[in-house]
């Protein structure tokens, strides 16, 4: 289902769960894959920082990635239709998204004023019309909303029809519960922000991987002046995942998230930190001394944050990066490869 | 084409320009009508913060109802039609917006999670989701856009066509170019803020008493904990104004907003400032204070605001206040006449 769409860009697989499995990769694929074994032997004990079976594995691909615009999708996503019934190629909205400015200092209301017919409204100030460099664009999903483990519950039937036609630009200031079912991102303005925690196997919380990024992601760009966009392209989530298992996961999270969210709607960066790095740096040290106290958790988080950091660094040469615009790459995470692979619809 | 859905409501209607020509309102509406002779005559020398000969004006039914539940609407405007054809019932949506909370702390990236069919995404913290109430119903606009002046030079076939299916929440701390076209509000929770300034006969200024207005209420219900929604319902926006008077209107406020803007971005009210008059009238001390070097015209708009306020409690007494949530009002600005009422389609 995803072949047309993806054949053409360069794909990242990265294994999850038992690295002895072998997952076999359809024909016609430009890819990389690496399982747990893979991740040890090129990352040595700064391996640490990337979680084991949860989905935030899935960030190795991005420190590894050599492109400029990444990808991420989940396994259980299909190909939507918009409605006229048109296929819809998210690849290609999610990279005019990022190509186009945004607009994260006042509100445009008609929304992203870069898309053909819209335009910037009366009394938007002139200065501010050149916009800012969009650094992410956050997909939406028709079928399966992405609703946590209580809300999951209570509606368990549920499902999103509604299409809403619009991009727009998350506000300066404002925090957003990023998901990364449907995601795409400027490696070169925000790759080193995109770490997804520690989550899954010997962790005491689960699925808020890309919740974390978000909220450190989000923090960065309005200190460094990037754009964050929302709402299109849509993918079609095809199932909901068990609320009961994830209600086990989601557990602390729920109750964390209460003091997290203060912290980081509060968090401000000097100037200094002028680079991602840096200020993701700065970033672990808040949450060292402002979120240790929630739990111990945090302060192994905050280690590992500077971890990734500096596995990202001694992976990546600046000068080395590629910054074609054409390119793009697709990072997936695989839970069991087989049935993975079925389920990604490759 | 309005008498369906208006027909219910209570109408004011101010009469703007030549007070001794006669507004003939067609039969089976409850309304009252105020000419200029009227205004002075209310609010004897304090009729001197109504602006006369510019859409400015209207704002004198907002301060004369004893509705809760305020709509203005411009003389240009008809009923717009959903995408399945039917005609938009824009009051009933209106009233929808105002009478469910708003989520002004956090933003929610299924739009608004009041509405059927959507909820609070996973992330969205369960101390934030009984929401702020909304003071504010912000509508859009098919067909003519609403632009400024340059902008419409530059595009003059620009049609808006695109149907955006969502009602969303401005978020805390961000500011928005707040249209009068079509706009709904809560006369208890920010009434007193609606006040759309010194605009047209005899002021340097025109075209920016919305935005005005706009700046003013957000601020205001930002200090407040109060919502401003954006989004649905539409209306059909018939006729673009001349691009050339709407320029000479506007020249010095392309130049002002520049400056205008900051000073709201960075306006804090103390906590003091309890109830909307007090905010307001705070607003206008720092209007003065920080606007005034700008242009004279600021300390001008600035005793307005006050003598705005006094009018307002003058003419309110609040004990009287109904809060009827059924009851609704309709304000429209008249132009001229006999041609402003066929273009209101009654």
């Known amino acids: 289902m995803w072949r047309p769409f993806f054949e053409q860009y360069h794909l990242i697989i990265v294994q999850d769960g038992d690295p002895s499995k072998t997952i076999k990769v359809p024909e016609g694929?430009?890819?990389?894959?690496?399982?747990?074994?893979?991740?040890?032997?090129?990352?040595?004990?700064?391996?640490?920082?990337?979680?084991?079976?949860?989905?935030?594995?899935?960030?190795?691909?991005y420190m590894v990635s050599k492109k400029k615009y990444i990808y991420t999708i989940d396994d259980d996503c299909f190909v939507a239709k918009d409605p006229s019934g048109k296929d819809i190629n998210a690849l290609e909205q999610h990279i005019k998204n990022l190509l186009c400015p945004a607009t994260p200092f006042f509100f445009n209301t008609l929304y992203d004023p870069y898309r053909e017919g819209a335009d910037f409204v009366r009394g938007y100030p002139f200065s501010l019309r050149e916009g800012a460099p969009t650094a992410v664009s956050h997909g939406l999903w028709l079928n399966i909303p992405d609703y946590d483990a209580p809300t999951q519950l209570v509606k368990p039937r549920e499902r999103n029809t509604r299409y809403v036609d619009a991009v727009l630009t998350i506000p300066k200031g404002t925090l957003f519960p990023m998901c990364g079912m449907n995601l795409a991102f400027d490696r070169e303005l925000i790759g080193p922000a995109m770490y997804f925690g520690l989550m899954g196997d010997g962790q005491p919380i689960?699925?808020?991987?890309?919740m974390w990024a978000g909220w450190c992601v989000k923090v960065i760009c309005d200190h460094l002046g990037l754009g964050v966009k929302t709402g299109l392209?849509?993918?079609?989530?095809?199932?909901?995942s068990?609320?009961?298992?994830?209600?086990?996961?989601?557990?602390?999270g729920i109750f964390w998230q209460e003091e997290i969210i203060p912290f980081f709607q509060s968090a401000t960066l000097p100037k200094e930190c002028t680079s991602v790095q840096k200020c993701y740096i700065e970033l672990s040290k808040q949450v060292k001394e402002k979120?240790?106290?929630?739990?111990?958790?945090?302060?192994?988080?905050?280690?590992a944050m500077v971890t990734w950091i500096e596995a990202w660094d001694e992976l990546n040469n600046t000068s080395e990066q590629t910054s074609s615009k054409k390119a793009?790459?697709?990072?997936?995470?695989?839970?069991?490869?087989n049935i993975a692979f079925q389920s990604c619809g490759l």
Chains 1, 2 share one sequence.
């Open 328 to 337: 793009g790459q697709w990072g997936c995470q695989v839970n069991q490869s």
């Open 29 to 61: 694929f430009d890819y990389e894959l690496y399982n747990r074994n893979d991740i040890n032997r090129i990352l040595g004990p700064k391996a640490s920082c990337i979680s084991f079976k949860d989905s935030a594995c899935r960030c190795f691909a």
């Open 291 to 303: 979120l240790g106290a929630v739990d111990p958790y945090f302060n192994k988080l905050a280690d």
């Open 242 to 252: 068990n609320p009961f298992v994830n209600l086990k996961k989601e557990y602390k």
């Open 233 to 240: 392209p849509y993918i079609w989530h095809s199932k909901a």
């Open 206 to 210: 689960g699925r808020y991987d890309d």
